[in-house]
T-cell receptor, first 117, second 111 residues
């Protein structure tokens, strides 16, 4: 199957600093990528849909100024957590589809565990 | 809007026993349904998907799921559990181009 690589796999940062997470589709072009957040022992919550060359679409309740998403190329989307605080600590996962259509498989990165101290 | 409900946040079985993880969906249109598995600190891996081609869907690692429209269900089963099946399982439905996940079921397998 297609491969989505996420980096870093874990990061610890100080409160008030910003952290960038990268999501790359290694062997396919992804016009659209998705960013999820997962709290411990909970489900994945969709944060935003990242579209190459345009602004991301954020889900209700997600602060777009805090979670900056950039989809600069067909193989790379980045999520920047700005002015991070302890409550932003979570597991962040990206995904991408190889083609259009709701019945196509979504491939997931391995996730990034963010800890803000 | 589409949604899925997973009954039972935890399921425990003995090795070799039947695995049954429940998922019910709500959809105003014919749904596309998925089951994903997540191992600790990892992303998600697709087990199987329903796309209306067949109601009984076979997936990887011996898992299968049956789409029952009359019951709005898409339960995941495996005849004989293995220790390596211990993980978190998510049922999901597609809403437009987005995947909407259920709350997940943690499967424990005892020797």
């Amino acid at each position: 199957g297609a491969v989505v690589s996420q980096h870093p796999s874990w990061v610890i940062c100080k409160s008030g600093t910003s952290v960038k997470i990268e999501c790359r589709s290694l062997d396919f072009q992804a016009t659209t990528m998705f960013w999820y957040r997962q709290f411990p022992k909970q489900s994945l919550m969709l944060m935003a849909t990242s579209n190459e060359g345009s602004k991301a679409t954020y889900e209700q309740g997600v602060e777009k100024d805090k979670f900056l998403i950039n989809h600069a190329s067909l193989t790379l989307s980045t999520l920047t957590v700005t002015s991070a605080h302890p409550e932003d600590s979570s597991f962040y996962i990206c995904s991408a589809r190889t083609s259009w259509g709701p019945n196509t498989e979504a491939f997931f990165g391995q996730g990034t565990r963010l800890t803000v101290v | 809007a589409q949604s899925v409900t997973q009954l039972g946040s935890h399921v425990s079985v003995s090795e070799g026993a039947l695995v049954l993880l429940r998922c019910n969906y709500s959809s105003s249109v014919p749904p596309y349904l998925f089951w994903y598995v997540q191992y600790p600190n990892q992303g998600l891996q697709l087990l199987l998907k329903y796309t209306s081609a067949a109601t009984l869907v076979k997936g990887i690692n011996g898992f299968e799921a049956e789409f029952k429209k009359s019951e709005t269900s898409f339960h995941l089963t495996k005849p004989s559990a293995h220790m390596s099946d211990a993980a978190e399982y998510f049922c999901a439905v597609t809403y437009t181009d987005k995947l909407i996940f259920g709350t997940g079921t943690r499967l424990q397998v005892f020797p």
